[in-house]
């Protein structure tokens, strides 16, 4: 059974894709509730989505004004399968002296091939992989699990065998591979069944695509092996998602399946994030404490909110702390050794986590720049003689920009045993940039302007995607207190930490699958709100 079959609910779909931010805890609760749930779904009903989700998740959604329902025998078939990909993740090790029934066994006692084992577990027989004492995983079943399934789906045995099954009638093997060769010049496999899928009855996609994969094996049908998505594709798709558009529309428009489209969204991501990698310094290894200083309550609050903006009158701000130099320097190499451990296919927990430590730091280095705004403001007044509040809007925000460009240059290169040096330091940088720099003439100044002119921290970041819409504070105002406490907490927008999807559902207490779902139902309806106020999605460059 090297080969799992697809899901045929988008949503137990979407809900396997998002266990990957679940901890081994939170999977195998799901597992025992799928197990539970698996016994009490019949063929000929239709279960509410959210009945299903709520005894999968033990998340209760909103209510909705349209009931969304699954087919019952869609449903048992995606719960098993479910299971199995599921516990491969999160195997259970086999206590000594205990056997539990392996494929072979569970065929023999069915009386039946282990082919035709393959084509009755969609019925409700759930096997789970175990780890035995050599290290090996195998696919196994529980007796008492064989057991229900003899006693309430025994009658389907016979019925498979002799080619009567549920579904009624089907379309046969030959007429698909037929409808397949017919429908031919297609560019890839998957859209080969995307063609015909509606014109076999009987056959879910997933059959369908593992008969035409027999054919192409056998000869019988030539179809072009699909290929990876090219860089460009995928940073559309990473930037459609950001957009707020549906994944089934990016999938469709780029021709791949929605799993496969957020793989391209996360190794575009990942791509992404090793850029950033390269080009940013790393820092001396010198803090004192480690990550427990990460630990410290005034590096998780006060930080500067996504809006922020930077002015040569920002001299009522605390001076800068060596606490937040060292959060800094001690994020910086977090984010290396996980970059440097990420592989070509990363999962979205491992990104989420490395892209939130980028948004911390980010901050950190933001409430440093803006304390050493003194400083820079001193060294202003300096060359031109007289209050730098004096000069023209434009020499002001040159000023600031450049200024803020390179302190932040510099926190990042400068030792925490140094930090009584780092005011010094600063002026001493700002001094040599603006040497030569002809804007601070003093006979440039002009009036006091009734307004500072200052510059908005985001539009001085060399990799912008990565940070929230500073727009996103106002818009929450527009969703109810839920979504919005979410999507508040979720990027750090009252001037908290920034925090991921497995931190947030630590806090509250709830599986992270459940408030994944929750958080990407905020997030769409956040844009939506962009989208009523005529201003849309910010989608920045990478």
């Given at each position: 059974?090297?080969?799992?079959?697809?899901?045929?609910?988008?949503?137990?779909?979407?809900?396997?894709?998002?266990?990957?931010?679940?901890?081994?805890?939170?999977?195998?609760?799901?597992?025992?509730?799928?197990?539970?749930?698996?016994?009490?779904?019949?063929?000929?009903?239709?279960?509410?989505?959210?009945?299903?989700?709520?005894?999968?998740?033990?998340?209760?959604?909103?209510?909705?004004?349209?009931?969304?329902?699954?087919?019952?025998?869609?449903?048992?078939?995606?719960?098993?399968?479910?299971?199995?990909?599921?516990?491969?993740?999160?195997?259970?090790?086999?206590?000594?002296?205990?056997?539990?029934?392996?494929?072979?066994?569970?065929?023999?006692?069915?009386?039946?091939?282990?082919?035709?084992?393959?084509?009755?577990?969609?019925?409700?027989?759930?096997?789970?992989?175990?780890?035995?004492?050599?290290?090996?995983?195998?696919?196994?079943?529980?007796?008492?699990?064989?057991?229900?399934?003899?006693?309430?789906?025994?009658?389907?045995?016979?019925?498979?065998?002799?080619?009567?099954?549920?579904?009624?009638?089907?379309?046969?093997?030959?007429?698909?591979?037929?409808?397949?060769?017919?429908?031919?010049?297609?560019?890839?496999?998957?859209?080969?069944?995307?063609?015909?899928?509606?014109?076999?009855?009987?056959?879910?996609?997933?059959?369908?695509?593992?008969?035409?994969?027999?054919?192409?094996?056998?000869?019988?049908?030539?179809?072009?092996?699909?290929?990876?998505?090219?860089?460009?594709?995928?940073?559309?798709?990473?930037?459609?998602?950001?957009?707020?558009?549906?994944?089934?529309?990016?999938?469709?428009?780029?021709?791949?399946?929605?799993?496969?489209?957020?793989?391209?969204?996360?190794?575009?991501?990942?791509?992404?994030?090793?850029?950033?990698?390269?080009?940013?310094?790393?820092p001396a290894d010198d803090a004192p404490?480690?990550?427990?200083?990460?630990?410290?309550?005034?590096?998780?609050?006060?930080?500067?909110?996504?809006?922020?903006?930077?002015?040569?009158?920002?001299?009522?701000?605390?001076?800068?702390?060596?606490?937040?130099?060292?959060?800094?320097?001690?994020?910086?190499?977090?984010?290396?050794?996980?970059?440097?451990?990420?592989?070509?296919?990363?999962?979205?927990?491992?990104?989420?986590?490395?892209?939130?430590?980028?948004?911390?730091?980010?901050?950190?280095?933001?409430?440093?720049?803006?304390?050493?705004?003194?400083?820079?403001?001193?060294?202003?007044?300096?060359?031109?003689?007289?209050?730098?509040?004096?000069?023209?809007?434009?020499?002001?925000?040159?000023?600031?920009?450049?200024?803020?460009?390179?302190?932040?240059?510099?926190?990042?290169?400068?030792?925490?045993?140094?930090?009584?040096?780092?005011?010094?330091?600063?002026?001493s940088a700002i001094d040599r940039m603006l040497a030569g720099e002809?804007?601070?003439?003093?006979?440039?100044?002009?009036?006091?302007?009734?307004?500072?002119?200052?510059?908005?921290?985001?539009?001085?970041?060399?990799?912008?995607?990565?940070?929230?819409?500073?727009?996103?504070?106002?818009?929450?105002?527009?969703?109810?207190?839920?979504?919005?406490?979410?999507?508040?907490?979720?990027?750090?927008?009252?001037?908290?930490?920034?925090?991921?999807?497995?931190?947030?559902?630590?806090?509250?207490?709830?599986?992270?699958?459940?408030?994944?779902?929750?958080?990407?139902?905020?997030?769409?309806?956040?844009?939506?709100?962009?989208?009523?106020?005529?201003?849309?999605?910010?989608?920045?460059?990478?």
């Amino acid at each position: 059974m090297a080969r799992v079959v697809a899901f045929r609910c988008g949503v137990i779909a979407e809900l396997h894709r998002q266990l990957e931010w679940a901890s081994r805890e939170a999977q195998l609760r799901l597992l025992e509730a799928a197990e539970l749930l698996v016994r009490e779904i019949e063929f000929d009903r239709a279960y509410p989505v959210e009945f299903v989700s709520f005894r999968l998740t033990a998340w209760k959604s909103e209510p909705s004004t349209v009931m969304e329902t699954l087919a019952g025998e869609a449903l048992l078939a995606d719960l098993v399968t479910m299971i199995q990909r599921v516990s491969r993740r999160t195997p259970l090790d086999v206590p000594d002296g205990f056997s539990p029934l392996m494929l072979d066994d569970v065929a023999a006692k069915l009386a039946v091939s282990r082919r035709t084992l393959v084509r009755i577990r969609r019925f409700g027989l759930a096997m789970r992989f175990a780890r035995f004492a050599d290290g090996q995983l195998r696919l196994t079943c529980e007796p008492d699990t064989l057991s229900w399934f003899r006693e309430q789906r025994g009658s389907l045995i016979h019925r498979v065998m002799h080619g009567i099954v549920p579904t009624g009638e089907r379309i046969s093997l030959a007429d698909v591979v037929a409808l397949a060769i017919g429908a031919q010049p297609q560019p890839s496999m998957q859209a080969t069944v995307d063609k015909i899928s509606g014109q076999c009855a009987g056959r879910s996609a997933a059959a369908v695509r593992s008969v035409l994969r027999r054919a192409v094996d056998r000869g019988d049908l030539v179809v072009p092996s699909a290929l990876r998505l090219s860089l460009r594709e995928e940073a559309f798709a990473d930037r459609a998602m950001r957009r707020g558009v549906s994944a089934s529309l990016i999938a469709e428009r780029l021709g791949v399946s929605i799993p496969s489209m957020h793989r391209a969204a996360q190794r575009h991501r990942g791509s992404r994030m090793r850029r950033i990698d390269d080009a940013l310094h790393l820092p001396a290894d010198d803090a004192p404490d480690g990550e427990t200083l990460l630990d410290i309550e005034d590096l998780r609050t006060g930080l500067p909110p996504w809006n922020a903006t930077l002015s040569l009158g920002d001299a009522e701000v605390p001076p800068p702390a060596a606490a937040d130099l060292a959060a800094m320097h001690i994020l910086r190499r977090r984010i290396r050794r996980q970059v440097e451990s990420l592989p070509s296919q990363p999962s979205a927990a491992v990104i989420d986590q490395i892209e939130t430590d980028f948004r911390w730091m980010t901050q950190l280095r933001w409430r440093l720049v803006r304390a050493l705004a003194i400083d820079m403001r001193l060294v202003v007044e300096h060359r031109v003689g007289r209050d730098p509040l004096s000069l023209p809007a434009g020499v002001q925000r040159l000023v600031v920009q450049r200024s803020a460009t390179l302190i932040g240059d510099l926190l990042c290169k400068h030792a925490i045993g140094e930090f009584e040096r780092l005011a010094a330091r600063t002026r001493s940088a700002i001094d040599r940039m603006l040497a030569g720099e002809r804007t601070l003439d003093p006979g440039h100044a002009s009036a006091r302007l009734p307004q500072q002119p200052a510059v908005a921290f985001a539009d001085m970041e060399e990799w912008p995607a990565l940070l929230p819409d500073p727009r996103w504070a106002a818009w929450c105002t527009e969703l109810n207190t839920s979504d919005a406490a979410l999507v508040r907490h979720r990027w750090g927008l009252d001037g908290l930490q920034p925090r991921t999807i497995a931190s947030v559902a630590e806090s509250r207490g709830c599986p992270q699958q459940a408030l994944a779902r929750q958080w990407a139902s905020a997030q769409q309806k956040l844009l939506q709100v962009g989208k009523r106020r005529g201003v849309g999605a910010s989608v920045r460059s990478d």
